[in-house]
């Protein structure tokens, strides 16, 4: 049991055909929620903090609940910056004791983002801390992350991109989103897994990422809805294309709306069964429990991670 880097996990995850969920955290039930299912799974897990998180909660909080969550469950856990948006932010992590960052300089111009990435790379290299960066627009709203159309990677490049920063693992395009609402309603969903199979041929061994890969749960989205939600045109990345994924060069799965969804759904579902309910414990646990269930589930169909930790 440690706070380990990702890149041991990475290896037996590419090698196995498997992925690691990464989940954000904001919260103590959060962390108790995502860590209890990988502790029933037997499961590593990958646990990120976006910037919201870091002004929300604190990188100091933050880090002491996952160094008690690594000493309740026993389980490998990585602690990664989500979108760190510039060196002051990596530093400011790598400085609480965080083992991963991701330094995202898809918005900058290519050359500009391979001169930031390799800076970062070289500043946290030297720490033992591992990076991920990015390359191509994901579609959607994250925290601070908005962009309104997807430009897919382009293999070539990220070969080169890979070669010349030392990155290492890399997110890229192929039509997963960021956000709640993936598709439009009338739309078919559609990874590009010619661009991933391309980016595997050409990088053998490389660890690929994915963000903005929650699957929406109809269900969930409804139990929102019924108990006062306005939640409108959700919808997801189907489950048998994140399991195809998580069996080929993908070695890291970003789901955070599935948990933001799990944990409002339980909440508005305990105040509208009862309203005389005003115990935090009670709608916070239940949320807790919800949130174990999905990781549970998503380490089943998605991961395969089961049994990663022996
Ligand atoms: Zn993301």
Redesign the pocket.
């Known amino acids: 049991m440690a706070l380990v880097t990702t890149k041991e996990m990475f290896k037996k995850a590419y090698e196995g055909g498997y992925a690691i969920g990464a989940f954000n955290i904001n919260d103590m039930e959060i962390i108790q929620g995502i860590v209890n299912g990988a502790k029933a799974k037997n499961s590593p897990v990958i646990l990120q903090c976006?910037t919201g998180a870091l002004k929300y909660a604190g990188a100091k909080y933050l880090k002491a609940m996952v160094d008690a969550a690594i000493e309740e469950t026993g389980l490998d856990i990585a602690l990664h910056l989500?979108?760190g948006p510039n060196i002051e932010a990596v530093k400011e992590v790598i400085d609480a004791g965080f083992t991963s960052v991701?330094f995202?300089g898809s918005h900058y111009e290519y050359e500009e983002n391979v001169r930031l990435t390799k800076e970062v790379v070289d500043y946290a290299h030297a720490r033992g801390v591992v990076v991920e960066a990015?390359l191509g627009v994901?579609a959607g709203v994250?925290d601070d992350?908005v962009a309104d159309s997807h430009i897919y990677t382009d293999p070539e490049q990220a070969v080169d991109f890979v070669n010349r920063t030392g990155v290492d693992s890399l997110?890229i395009a192929i039509g997963t989103s960021?956000g709640a609402v993936k598709f439009p309603p009338d739309a078919k969903p559609e990874l590009k897994f010619d661009i991933l199979e391309e980016i595997q041929r050409k990088l053998p061994g490389f660890p690929i990422v994915l963000?903005?890969a929650s699957a929406v749960d109809p269900q969930t989205v409804a139990t929102c809805n019924e108990f006062g939600g306005n939640i409108a045109n959700a919808k997801g990345i189907p489950v048998e294309m994140l399991r195809k994924a998580s069996s080929m060069a993908v070695c890291k799965i970003?789901m955070?709306t599935d948990i933001r969804l799990a944990m409002t759904a339980a909440i508005r579902k305990t105040f509208g069964e009862k309203p005389e309910v005003f115990d935090p414990r009670n709608y916070l646990g239940a949320a807790r429990t919800e949130i174990q269930k999905l990781v549970e589930s998503k380490i089943d169909t998605i991961l395969g991670s089961e049994n990663g930790m022996n």
Do not use: Y
């Open positions: 976006s989500d979108h991701m995202d990015e994901l994250e992350v997110a960021h963000h903005g970003n955070d």
